[in-house]
T-cell receptor, first 118, second 114 residues
Framework: AQSVAQPEDQVNVAEGNPLTVKCTYS??????LFWYVQYPNRGLQFLLK??????LVKGSYGFEAEFNKSQTSFHLKKPSALVSDSALYFC????????????????FGTGTQLKVEL | DGGITQSPKYLFRKEGQNVTLSCEQN?????MYWYRQDPGQGLRLIYY???????QKGDIAEGYSVSREKKESFPLTVTSAQKNPTAFYLC?????????????FGPGTRLTVT
């Protein structure tokens, strides 16, 4: 079974400071990892993904994420936070084996509320 | 949200009534999904479909039904058997394949049952 943990319900950061939103995962095979952002009363927007290759993945709006296989983590980062980054962030994982059995079935974390203040 | 539409945005129903939520996509994606979102619980998968006329139960399928008669459409019916139907419902779609695993989401439908 695959699972995702987002250990922080909320992260507060000052505008201009770097931000990190944490995610750890558990899968039986190689992981496919994703980050999504959700603004109030909206659907989820795809930010970035790790499938294979370089451990540092760059995505939309200046976000990046670092895949660490030994720590089973995929933390979301941004060098300089903006007030407009304030939103709910979801990490998701899919087992490589999910291709044959369950399409692209993703398992989502419970979300981390990011609040960026002036 | 582009390419996936959900209607209506807000829906109110009385307890005991069935209600159908619409989801349409023009992305030519093979797979479609329905999720339920409750505060503090993230997203939970209700049903998914990889091909027309075929669908599978997700983690919380009880009290829900779906159909996939067209590639573009994947409506969800919330039946009176669903004990706690009030929630935010999200539809998503994706290609099927190694490098195209990301799902794209619609804007959601907020269902309130009283």
């Amino acid at each position: 079974a695959q699972s995702v943990a987002q250990p922080e319900d909320q992260v507060n950061v000052a505008e201009g400071n770097p931000l990190t939103v944490k995610c750890t995962y558990s899968v039986s095979g190689n992981p496919y990892l994703f980050w999504y952002v959700q603004y109030p009363n909206r659907g989820l927007q795809f930010l970035l993904k790790y499938i294979t290759g370089d451990n540092l993945v760059k995505g939309s709006y200046g976000f990046e994420a670092e895949f660490n296989k030994s720590q089973t983590s995929f933390h979301l980062k941004k060098p300089s936070a903006l007030v407009s980054d304030s939103a709910l962030y979801f990490c998701a994982v899919r087992d490589e084996g999910g291709l044959t059995g369950g399409g692209n079935k993703l398992t989502f974390g419970t979300g981390t509320q990011l609040k960026v203040e002036l | 949200d582009g390419g996936i539409t959900q209607s209506p945005k807000y829906l109110f129903r009385k307890e005991g009534q069935n209600v159908t939520l619409s989801c349409e996509q023009n992305l030519n994606h093979d797979a479609m999904y329905w999720y339920r979102q409750d505060p503090g619980q993230g997203l939970r998968l209700i049903y998914y479909s990889q091909i027309v006329n075929d669908f599978q139960k997700g983690d919380i399928a009880e009290g829900y039904s779906v159909s996939r008669e067209k590639k573009e459409s994947f409506p969800l019916t919330v039946t009176s058997a669903q004990k706690n139907p009030t929630a935010f419902y999200l539809c998503a779609s994706s290609m099927i394949g190694t490098g195209r695993a990301e799902q794209y989401f619609g804007p959601g439908t907020r269902l309130t049952v009283t």
